[in-house]
């Protein structure tokens, strides 16, 4: 995992460092609007590095230590790569009461990691999250931003099939 | 009126002649087609119906006796989404598919036809009712705030114009002074929507006379009770009644830059947000003179970064200074000392979006609906083991079974009502024997639970209430923010006792630790989300002890519910090896074949419940078994018993 995580930072530092110049002119450097900075980040860069962080401290003027509270405290941010696909289940009382616990421990024996886990291979990473809010289609899962309300086992295969 | 390169409105009249103008382009008597494109209905592929339907009108070339084709916000009916509705008939079509495009352009927009298929069928009855009002989950519903979704597409600021938006704006600004705006809003009573209740007009006041400099207005659009969806619902489908609500208080309180709050999962509502802001600078309902009163109002967007504590007021008002969102303890309120430490008054979305109606109806008007103490609608988002499930807006004062048996059609399959859970997080279930209260702020906290921001989960007899509990735990323990001792440490010790409880390892004088717990919790906590944190185990303790009580006693789920006390169980007797749950089983824990009874494997099974639920009713053949022994499982090849039906 190391070694993965010091080959993204060098491969993707001249891209990430672009990114981070652009996203903090867009607002203007203004520190008020750190969270919103790391945010586009998160989308376009799919995680925070260090390297990443350190950048947007010193183009701020904000302590990196401020950086990191605000990187690590909110679920929005991945200081670790993520996989390509992103499967999110959602965990929302209405989902709950409609068999999202039995949801994961579907997915996760079919894909045989836990929540929160990347595969190996960066293929998934598996999510789950507190409400994504269509309580009505209960329960949900998002994989990579796509709804599926109440996917059966055969469901899920496919859906997993066709992410590559 | 206004020259081509500038769209400002700078007069009440104006925005008259504009509404007049739009509505005059637009004949009364064509059908306008509209599809619901709120989140559930795009997840059920109704961007695509609505890109269809633009084609198919061209194909057939019936383009032009239709007025528009409309892709609005929530319609509210998600159960039954994609939901299209055609006006001015109000022809309601349900789940409907692409491949019905085609049909219902050429029978039902050209030939004028309802299309019998499609209309929604009352479950019990079986009557097709085309009309939408008349359909019983929208028939007993007052929609004041939700209502006008269907009408508009969001993304375009003259649909809401037409429809008489910003006219309470423009009262406000060019007929009323700021106190008269104000006093109109305390005589209203308009109490909070975002879980509270308290009322709005006092915190306007508190904001406007805390001092004299810079004040700000928020818009708290960081839904993260789970379990509710309203807001998400109203900023995405209507964001210029938020923003013309939010000008409105502005204007009162004196307040010349707001902000609204989107929680980041809602990429829509902040598009939405972002657009309408652009569409009502341009159109001067935003930034300097508006509607040539004199009176400067800015919005910045900002989105959260998933984090519930943050749409605590005093966490989100630092998450908009770029800090990490925690709490702050509040002896001086945000009123007074808010967003860098300015006077900063905090409404949700749906209190915003309430305001523009009573600056024009006034508040007798609104006075007029609900009880003595709660004023207006609600919206509540009814899910979980119910019918209909959806967004409803109701008088205050229905009653929980009205509302879960009339709107929401009950219980599906049959099967019991057990508790609803109101208020998220904070709030509390409430059992049977509470289903005729009345809705309002007061009842629901007086019985333990609390009106919410308005999510209302029904549970039927399946669901452990012992294991609701230790969710509800699980949720804030994940979410506290760890400052204050009672929280994070109470949180913790009561879903290690929770979980124990689920997993059979409950033992003596675990409920009475739970209530010592709980009370430190409600005295000693820094915030409101702590200081409630402990309501869902005390609630569901005080109305079903007994359920505590067989998981710790007799290692029995009532419910059948928790996995470590739950055995899944095919009775031989029963099996007809049809092989259903035997595919269905994501862990292959199922045994057997064509002839051959199935057995499963306690060994490999995760305990999905996907057996029990795939296993057809005419055999009933799996078994859920909690608090008795498992019987062994067949000898292997053991051939089906069970008589075949013809």
Redesign the interface.
Known sequence: MKAAVSRAQTKGSTRASRAVKKTVGRYNA???????I??DLQTTLGWLSPGVLADVSEQLG?PVS?VY??AS?????SLVPRGRHIIKVC????C????AP??V??IA??LNMKPGETSEDRRFTLET??????????P?IAVDG????KP???D?RSIFKGAR | MTDMNDNRLSSAKQLETLRKTILSKRDAEKPIITVCTG??C???GSLEIYRRFVEELERQGVEGSVLETKSTGCHGF??Q?PVVVIFPREICYVRVQLDDVPEIVSTTVAGGDVIERLVYRDPNTQEAIPKESDIPFYKRQMRLVFGNNRYIDPREIDDYIALGGYAALSKALLRMTPGEVLEEIKESNLRGRGGGGFPAGLKWETTRDASTGSKYVIVNCD???????MD?AIMEGNPHAVLEGLVIGAYAIGSHDGFVYV????PIAYENTMNAIDQARDYGLLGSDILGSGFDFEVVV???????V?GESTALMS????????PRMKYIRTAVSGVKGMPTCLNNVETWANVPLIIERGAGWFKSIGTEGSKGTKIF?L???VNN??LVEVPMGMTLRQLIYDIGGGIPQGKKFKAV?TG?PSGGVLPEQYLDTPIDFDELTGLGSMMGSG?M???DED?CMVD?AR??VS?CC??SCGQCIPCREGLRTLRDILTDICEGKGKGGDIEAIEDIAEVMEDASLCALGGTAANPVLTTLKYFRDEYEAHIKENRCPAEACKALTSYYVDPAKCSACMICLR????EAIHGEKGIVHWIDQEKC?????CYEVCPTRFSAVRRLSGEPLPPPPAPGTKVTREKKR
Do not use: W
């Open positions: 203004d520190p008020d609007m750190l969270i919103q790391l945010l904000v401020r509270h605000i405290f909110y679920k929005a941010f965990m929302g009382t209405a709950q009461v409609r068999g039995q949801l421990n579907v024996s079919m999250v507190n409400c994504l809010g269509c309580c009505a289609m209960g949900v796509v709804y599926h309300s059966t086992t055969e899920l | 989140t559930a795009q997840a059920y998600c159960e989404g839904e993260g009770d789970p379990g509710a969806y998400r929680r980041q999962e809602y900002h989105r959260g970064a998933g984090a519930f943050s998450a908009i200074e770029g800090k990490v969102g925690e988002s899910v979980g083991k499930t959806g859970q998220g999510g989960v029904v549970m669901t609701t969710y509800f949720f994940d979410e269905a089983c994501p862990t995760i305990k999905c419940t996907t």
